[in-house]
């Protein structure tokens, strides 16, 4: 499947700012089952970037605006394809606990994505959970699916239910939230049960066109960035979930930046100098490109 993605992000001050710096992890990676085809980040006012990798293999583009401006415009836009997934079989088809042994010689690499963060915390429901779904003498693969089900199961999509930075105890305690939360509830089962896990920011398609007709649910999360989740299995084999949507994530969606948690995948974060406060708006469309059959004339 081929994509057109524009991500716009307004922001709008109350007063004016004298200067803004920003760090945007908008740049879709080349992966197996995803191929960039074109991407570029604009500016309203124009300013300059530069460019790094950060800790976790992300594009990253600095941006520092050192005048003042009352309005600042991110706009993103990309042409990506996406390939259809094939899960590793033979990995998910492991128990839990041989699968752990197995991973546990990749701890350098891993280390990272199996520790708590301030956005994904351990907990008593988190460890309960750990030994629900994920005992070690579960198969891997069924142990993930009954998770991720879960999870889409027992806790509300309620767009607005919760902030950037709500603790993950209250989303337990709520049994609500949106599609970050819901990927932090499942990093933090899957860190307690001693499996590798990553947090994903990206776009997902909802329908694709004339789905809707034939009775298809659509998918949620298409309005902003999407979240969901990464597990490594055995073979180093990055595995995706998404809880909100209760499925393997497929050709519908499509990665951005990778973390431990929403606040290391963010798309854009930054800082401005103002008396004044900031307003957000977000607009994010993905649209699936078809291409055009090529006929032979007579």
Known sequence: MRFRVTHVTYYRYTAPVAEAHLELRLTPPQRENQRVEFHRIRLQPAAKSSSYTDYFGNETSVVSVPYRHSRLTVKSEA?????????????????????????????????????????????????????????????????????????????????????????????????????????????????????????????????????????????????????????????????????????WCGEQHIAVSVGRDACEASPIRGTFKSSGRQVLKVRVNVKRLFRQRVTSGA
């Not at 708590?116 to 959970?129: D, H, L, N, S």
């Not at 933090?188 to 694709?208: F, K, W």
Request: hydrophobic share 40%; with cysteine.
């Open 79 to 247: 042409v990506v394809e996406t390939l259809p997934v094939e899960l590793p079989g033979r990995s998910l088809e492991l128990p839990v606990q041989e699968a752990r042994q197995i991973l546990a010689s990749t701890l350098p690499f891993t280390y990272d994505y199996l520790q708590p963060t301030g956005m994904v915390k351990i907990g008593r429901e988190a460890t309960q959970w750990a030994r629900r779904y994920l005992g070690g003498n579960a198969g891997l693969g069924a142990g993930l699916q009954a998770l991720n089900h879960a999870i889409y199961d027992q806790f509300k999509y309620h767009s607005g239910s919760t902030e950037f930075s709500t603790d993950l105890r209250e989303i337990w305690k709520q049994r609500a939230g949106v599609c970050q939360d819901f990927a932090h509830v499942m990093l933090s089962v899957l860190r307690t049960a001693g499996l590798p896990s990553r947090y994903v920011c990206g776009y997902i398609e909802t329908t694709p066109p004339g789905e809707a007709a034939k009775g298809r649910v659509w998918l949620v999360g298409s309005v902003a960035t999407h979240a969901w989740v990464e597990v490594l299995v055995p073979g180093q084999i990055w595995v995706a979930l998404d809880p909100t949507n209760d499925r």
